[in-house]
């Protein structure tokens, strides 16, 4: 069957720029998570959502940042006015019950570049 | 909070040769602890995960690793290295309850011909 899938693949747009990151989890998977890795770092958590409300959203860095799951799959990452420092790899994951048992699969990532 | 360390952000082993990847974690309860494989150009693979059963864990590709509470470790072991485990990885926790991965640093592994 088909796994997580990301889009764009890159995104190159510039400093102060509006973007928009689409995530299509595994079917069926209730649980979806958004991470993002910089360079040379492991990947660090960003939020999480069970169905379609976020369950936990501790790691969004800042009002800048949002994400929405309207029906609980396909899942958006919002950046407003971006930054620099944003550019990275943003990964998403879903995994079936969002149980800490359950395994997290992961997409290939979108590479955004911030000029 | 909860954290990994993975000592060491470069190893190479000679093809052949003995595996070993250091992760120790810092937690108040015992998490539950993964080991994830990145190849280049490609996504996060699970390897191994740890959820409080056996303490020695078997992943996928040969590797394995060994829960030990009184070292707070997790390493990651393979017997014989391959040319194909060339590769980043990523150690992981966990904590019961909270649905977020906590990753280390990351060790890239080169395996010598």
């Known amino acids: 069957g088909a796994g997580v899938s990301q889009t764009p693949s890159n995104k190159v747009t510039e400093k102060g720029k509006y973007v928009e990151l689409r995530c299509d989890p595994i079917?069926?998977?209730?649980?979806l998570y958004w991470y993002r890795q910089s360079l040379g770092q492991g990947p660090e958590f960003l939020i999480y959502f069970q169905g379609t409300g976020a369950a936990d959203d501790s790691g969004l860095p800042n009002d800048r940042f949002f994400a929405v799951r309207p029906e609980g799959s396909v899942s958006t990452l919002k950046i407003q006015r971006t930054e620099r420092g944003d550019s990275a790899v943003y990964l998403c994951?879903?995994?079936?019950?969002?149980?800490?048992?359950?395994?997290?699969?992961f997409g290939p990532g979108t590479r955004l570049t911030v000029l | 909070a909860q954290s990994v360390t993975q000592l060491g952000s470069h190893v190479s082993v000679s093809e052949g040769a003995l595996v070993l990847l250091r992760c120790n974690y810092s937690s108040s309860v015992p998490p539950y602890l993964f080991w994830y494989v990145q190849y280049p150009n490609q996504g996060l693979q699970l390897l191994l995960k740890?959820?409080?059963?056996?303490?020695l864990v078997k992943g996928i590709n040969g590797f394995e690793a060994e829960f030990k509470k009184s070292e707070t470790s997790f390493h990651l072991t393979k017997p014989s290295a391959h040319m194909s485990d060339a590769a980043e990885y990523f150690c992981a926790v966990m904590n019961f309850g909270n649905e977020k991965l906590t990753f280390g640093t990351g060790t890239r592994l080169t395996i010598i011909p």
């Open positions: 740890y959820t409080s059963a056996a303490t």
């Open positions: 994951a879903s995994s079936l019950h969002g149980k800490g048992t359950d395994t997290q699969y």
């Open positions: 079917s069926g998977h209730t649980a």
